[in-house]
């Protein structure tokens, strides 16, 4: 459906103390989104996920690399004529109260994109009403109660149920959903992740999921693939449950080590991994080297020297980019298998 290849993209800050610099977000990313699958990108921070999100849903372009959609190069369409590919991509805004024009009712926020569809596959405009009040329906929503609103009438999760029905006007086939729970009341999360797991059900959709939740990625997209990027490199890819009982690589090993456990309840796996705090300006000193490195607990002069690629060897189902992976019991357990 969607692959990208050698993705890579970085930003030239200006001015400040240290004057202009440039700042990697991406470094040579491939990846596949299938029809109607799930895709899970995780890490912390500054990683580069989000930008990734926002080159798949063409609103970045990359500095090099490809992206494909249905086997049609991006690079090799004009800027017109690659709108309509990009429109079957429909980004989930991660903060639902900036995604709505607040001056604007929620029939007025779907209007405008049911009318471009009703023009673009030949049908009248009394259309648009009724599959507005479908598509508010099939989200979770009640139509006659939500329709003539202003978003500050509504809650933080409804105002997300609105931006994803929002996203559907356009019948699109790839939802990228940017942190979607994380701006949402905690009691609401769920509901909201098995909406998102239900469009995939009923409508056949496919997911890119983002996030820095390992437990999210992992119930969106259980029969999918998880990648686990850092600094913009993808470190470790694989089946999603195998990532996460039998990571490989020591970024993904700490991240599942940085996992709350519930005393009483589990018990921290016998081989959890601490990042070493690297020193201010330590990752310059390995720039040729595993970036990692300057926080890798495991590492050796040659991960000092060599930047690992992205591969796979030995009995191990999952990609990864270390040259000493190793399986590390790091995720908490039941008391009970014990």
Request: a positive charge; hydrophobic letters at 40%.
């Given at each position: 459906m969607i692959n990208g290849t050698g993705i890579t993209k970085t930003f030239r800050q200006r001015g400040g103390v240290l004057g202009a610099r440039e700042v990697p977000a991406l470094r040579g990313v491939d990846f596949a989104v299938p029809k109607g699958g799930a895709v899970s990108f995780i890490g912390e921070s500054g990683c580069g996920k989000t930008t990734l999100g926002r080159i798949v849903a063409g609103l970045e372009t990359c500095d090099s690399g490809e992206i494909v959609i249905d086997d049609v190069a991006m690079s090799s369409l004009s800027h017109r004529r690659r709108q309509p590919y990009f429109r079957r991509v429909q980004l989930i805004h991660q903060d639902p109260y900036s995604a709505l024009n607040p001056t604007r009712t929620i029939h007025q926020a779907l209007a405008a994109p049911l009318a471009l569809r009703a023009r673009q596959t030949g049908r009248p405009r009394s259309w648009a009403d009724g599959r507005a009040r479908e598509l508010l329906g099939l989200v979770g929503l009640d139509p006659g109660y939500v329709l003539p609103r202003y978003p500050h009438q509504l809650s933080g999760g409804m105002r997300q149920r609105v931006v994803i029905a929002r996203a559907l006007t356009v019948d699109p086939e790839v939802l990228v959903a940017d942190e979607a729970v994380s701006m949402i009341d905690v009691s609401l999360r769920l509901g909201i992740l098995a909406l998102l797991k239900d469009l995939r059900e009923r409508l056949g959709v496919s997911v890119l999921f983002i996030t820095h939740d390992v437990a999210t990625a992992r119930y969106i997209g259980t029969d999918g693939e998880l990648y686990v990027i850092y600094r913009g490199q993808v470190v470790e890819r694989g089946p999603v449950e195998t990532v996460i009982s039998a990571p490989v690589h020591p970024y993904t090993q700490a991240l599942l080590s940085a996992i709350p456990?519930?005393?009483?309840?589990?018990?921290?796996?016998?081989?959890?991994?601490?990042?070493?705090?690297?020193?201010?300006?330590?990752?310059?000193?390995y720039s040729d080297g595993c970036l990692f490195a300057p926080r890798c607990p495991f590492r050796t002069e040659r991960c000092e020297r060599e930047r690992p690629a992205l591969s796979r060897n030995g009995d191990m189902p999952q990609e990864h980019a270390c040259f000493h992976p190793e399986r590390r019991s790091v995720v908490a357990v039941p008391v009970s298998r014990r």
């Amino acid at each position: 459906m969607i692959n990208g290849t050698g993705i890579t993209k970085t930003f030239r800050q200006r001015g400040g103390v240290l004057g202009a610099r440039e700042v990697p977000a991406l470094r040579g990313v491939d990846f596949a989104v299938p029809k109607g699958g799930a895709v899970s990108f995780i890490g912390e921070s500054g990683c580069g996920k989000t930008t990734l999100g926002r080159i798949v849903a063409g609103l970045e372009t990359c500095d090099s690399g490809e992206i494909v959609i249905d086997d049609v190069a991006m690079s090799s369409l004009s800027h017109r004529r690659r709108q309509p590919y990009f429109r079957r991509v429909q980004l989930i805004h991660q903060d639902p109260y900036s995604a709505l024009n607040p001056t604007r009712t929620i029939h007025q926020a779907l209007a405008a994109p049911l009318a471009l569809r009703a023009r673009q596959t030949g049908r009248p405009r009394s259309w648009a009403d009724g599959r507005a009040r479908e598509l508010l329906g099939l989200v979770g929503l009640d139509p006659g109660y939500v329709l003539p609103r202003y978003p500050h009438q509504l809650s933080g999760g409804m105002r997300q149920r609105v931006v994803i029905a929002r996203a559907l006007t356009v019948d699109p086939e790839v939802l990228v959903a940017d942190e979607a729970v994380s701006m949402i009341d905690v009691s609401l999360r769920l509901g909201i992740l098995a909406l998102l797991k239900d469009l995939r059900e009923r409508l056949g959709v496919s997911v890119l999921f983002i996030t820095h939740d390992v437990a999210t990625a992992r119930y969106i997209g259980t029969d999918g693939e998880l990648y686990v990027i850092y600094r913009g490199q993808v470190v470790e890819r694989g089946p999603v449950e195998t990532v996460i009982s039998a990571p490989v690589h020591p970024y993904t090993q700490a991240l599942l080590s940085a996992i709350p456990v519930l005393h009483g309840l589990e018990s921290p796996g016998d081989q959890r991994v601490v990042p070493v705090e690297a020193s201010v300006g330590a990752s310059g000193e390995y720039s040729d080297g595993c970036l990692f490195a300057p926080r890798c607990p495991f590492r050796t002069e040659r991960c000092e020297r060599e930047r690992p690629a992205l591969s796979r060897n030995g009995d191990m189902p999952q990609e990864h980019a270390c040259f000493h992976p190793e399986r590390r019991s790091v995720v908490a357990v039941p008391v009970s298998r014990r």
